[in-house]
């Protein structure tokens, strides 16, 4: 059976062509009409909360900035994890968020953090990426 499929094929390369080149197209256009993700994105979704606190040592951002933000950024929804570095003048806090609720946790972010900031007499620039 596969002796005679080979020896037909071989007989009307014509043909053979013909429809390797009809399915290209057709595999071409299926493929250009796709219109979800072959390949999803799975990385985390994170959130960064930058501040700068100019002009202040590590210890001092860590006390009055950064521990302060975490408490308050602590109680968000979908909240996986929490990291957060303090360096001279600047605290950087990562949030990743489980990906079932990453519209509620994201959106959340920023009244949290501008109620922690409220509550701050001091100059902080902060910003959230």
């Given amino acids: ?10 007989r009307r390369r014509k043909l053979v062509w013909l429809i390797a080149i009809l399915m290209a197209v057709f595999g ?5 009409a796709l219109e979800i993700e072959a390949y999803p994105d799975i990385a985390d979704v994170t959130s960064q909360v930058i501040t700068q606190f100019p002009g202040h040592a590590a210890e001092e951002v860590e006390e009055q900035v950064t521990i ?3 408490r308050e950024l602590n109680g ?3 909240l996986q994890v929490m990291r957060s570095h303090s360096t001279f003048g600047l605290s950087l ?15 959340s ?4 953090e501008s109620t922690a900031w409220s509550c701050r007499r001091v100059r902080i620039r902060g910003s959230i990426r």
């Fill in 1 to 10: 059976m596969i002796e005679s499929f080979v020896t037909l094929c071989l």
């Fill in 28 to 32: 071409y256009a299926s493929w250009m």
């Fill in 68 to 70: 302060p933000l975490e």
């Fill in 76 to 78: 968000i929804p979908g």
């Fill in 93 to 107: 806090i990562t949030l990743v968020f489980r990906t079932a609720s990453t519209t509620t946790g994201r959106g």
């Fill in 109 to 112: 972010v920023s009244p949290s």
